[in-house]
């Protein structure tokens, strides 16, 4: 489905397992929709309202959130690899085990936002809010997280190897068992992080 969706007001709708591929659905309110398996590839997703959708296990491959509201959202499982989530509204939202490899998440809101088992390899999420984010076990291997707030964030185990952390706030944040082999923490603010058993081996410089 490539056209142009011409009724955008979508809120509540069930679009289950529906083929949405290449969709125009920019500025559509889909608040609260059943999007659960839909196939949104490619779609056009931009400043659209999606708070508190069902997107678990959608495939969002290379689809365009720019300015999207996510906000309380459930993405459990999504494929989100490649997609655009700049400056997006995640707060709250449940992405656990999602995959948002090479995804784009510069200035987005991610506060509160459950990324456990999340794979964010060489995610773009400079300037991101991850301010008590869950980011247990989740991948995030040369990920770029310059100038993010990760204030409080839990971290526990999270896989950060070559991960860039350039004046990243990790005040308070979780680190016990996470791997920083190899990242860049130059200027990130530590200030009472917890650094149980955190393997910090490598090129990474302090």
Partial sequence: ?????????????????????????????????DLADTNLTGADLADADLKDANLRGANLVGACLYNANLSKANLYNADLRGADLTNANLEGTDLEGANLYNANLYNANLEGTDLEGANLYNADLSKANLVGACLYNANLSYADLKGANLKGATLKGANLKGANLYNADLTKANLSEANLVGAYITKANLVGANLTNTILEGSTRL
Avoid: C, E, V, W
């Fill in 1 to 33: 489905m490539s056209n142009s969706i011409d009724n955008k007001t979508l809120r509540g709708a069930n679009l289950y397992n529906t083929n949405l591929t290449g969709a125009d659905l920019a500025d559509a309110d889909l608040t609260g929709a």
